[in-house]
């Protein structure tokens, strides 16, 4: 695949800037609170509306699940928002193909299937338990923290960039 078929990540970088911007200007005006770009809750909402179809008084009873927690909003909107987005651009890109184990991962810890998905279901899994520790995740304490030129914000990316090169070059030896 050439560079030329590529998005550009300054395009892409800028939209979604633009759309952090948008979002925060469009849940003041209809809620009457700012509501930042983020992600991870809606995970949280769609397990809670998954158990609610199997276990309802389970979800009724937990705390965690409050009415208002267990819905689809405009989050949820924005994480299909995310899945079809990424797809089209990969169309539009002509950089689209499927594989089951990247060639990166093949290359470090070999061509299992099983392995990788091991890998990835149990990478979703940290990364969600982080998220729910810190009560918000990458994009919701990174970008929406830079956008309010939050100190925490900036802290939050800084660890989240550095924390990132550190595990990559721990498991691929690379940066």
Same mark, same amino acid.
């Given at each position: 695949m050439s560079l030329e078929n590529r998005w550009m990540p300054?395009?892409?970088?800028?939209l979604?800037?633009?759309?952090?911007?948008? =979002?925060a200007a469009a849940t003041t005006?209809?809620?009457?609170?700012?509501?930042?770009?983020?992600?991870?809750?809606?995970f949280?909402?769609?397990?809670?509306?998954?158990?609610?179809?199997?276990?309802?008084?389970?979800?009724?009873?937990?705390?965690?699940?409050?009415?208002?927690?267990?819905?689809?909003?405009?989050?949820?909107?924005l994480i299909l928002g995310?899945?079809?987005?990424?797809? =089209?651009?990969?169309l539009t890109g002509?950089?689209?193909?499927?594989e089951a184990v990247p060639p990166?991962?093949?290359?470090?810890?070999?061509?299992?299937?099983?392995?990788?998905?091991?890998?990835?279901?149990?990478g979703g899994i940290v990364m969600m338990f982080g998220a729910r520790l810190a009560d918000g995740c990458t994009s919701g304490h990174g970008l929406s923290g830079l956008m309010q030129m939050s100190v925490s914000g900036f802290v939050a990316l800084t660890i989240f960039f550095l924390t990132s090169m550190g595990i990559a070059r721990l498991v691929y030896g690379r940066t």
């Open positions: 300054y395009i892409a970088g800028a979604t800037g633009l759309l952090a911007v948008l =979002s005006k209809t809620l009457g609170k700012t509501i930042f770009l983020g992600a991870s809750t809606t949280v909402r769609a397990a809670g509306l998954i158990e609610r179809t199997v276990a309802p008084d389970h979800v009724t009873a937990n705390e965690y699940f409050t009415k208002e927690k267990v819905k689809i909003d405009w989050q949820f909107m995310v899945f079809f987005g990424a797809l =089209s651009a990969s002509r950089s689209y193909k499927r990166i991962w093949a290359e470090r810890f070999g061509p299992s299937l099983r392995r990788r998905a091991f890998g990835a279901f149990f």
